[in-house]
């Protein structure tokens, strides 16, 4: 299995994932300007949508969109947790989740990294992410992770999206659950390994 991703946007929640299930898999960075890898691959051949994430395995099929590939990815290892058994109410749960994030979330934050995009915009944004958020800091209230206990690949997204936060000028300081909750997550070993791999963290 190989992951095509670029350093610290929304394909490091499936870097992570690939980590935590402890599987084999290598990676190739897209370089943005040229839409080529590093590994000399045209990445709009094999993924003409041009956004990472996009997965390449072994058979050759190409899975894109990180809500799908989070879910193949922990259905490979279905003993790591990272998924709930697909057809129970737990799987539908984590769906929400990844939902949520994906669509309020990660969809709010696009302004911000827009450098077209007006100060309204952002503004608006801004605003529209705080009362988000503000849902995220009410269910973490007596969990440790979005799930309950267990770790799964909702996390490892929303560790990702939340922390462009600090980025785009996006404040968390009203939500202390969400960062207690994003400090406990860049302390495990698989984050800690991806973020590594990506040149995020030394």
Not at 139 to 168: C, E, I, P, R, S
């Amino acid at each position: 299995m190989k992951l095509y991703y670029s350093p610290g946007a929304c394909s490091l929640a499936s870097h992570i994932a690939l980590y935590e299930t402890g599987l084999p898999f290598e990676t190739d960075r897209i370089i943005k300007t040229t839409k080529m890898t590093v590994g000399g691959e045209n990445y709009m051949q094999l993924n003409p949508k041009g956004y990472v994430p996009a997965i390449k395995l072994d058979d050759g099929n190409v899975l894109t969109e990180g809500i799908a590939v989070l879910q193949y990815i922990a259905d490979q290892k279905p003993d790591s947790g990272l998924a709930p058994k697909a057809g129970t109410m737990e799987r539908y749960r984590l769906q929400e989740w990844l939902t949520f994030i994906a669509t309020e979330l990660h969809k709010s934050f696009s302004p911000l990294f827009n450098k077209a995009a007006s100060e309204e915009m952002k503004n608006f944004a801004r605003e529209s992410l705080a009362r988000r958020l503000g849902y995220v800091e009410t269910q973490l209230a007596n969990k440790v992770y979005l799930m309950g206990d267990n770790f799964t690949v909702a996390d490892a997204y929303l560790f990702v999206v939340a922390g462009w936060g600090k980025h785009v000028g996006v404040d968390l300081s009203p939500f202390p659950k969400l960062q207690e909750y994003l400090a406990r997550i860049a302390t495990r070993p698989a984050v800690q390994a991806a973020m590594k791999a990506e040149g995020l963290i030394p």
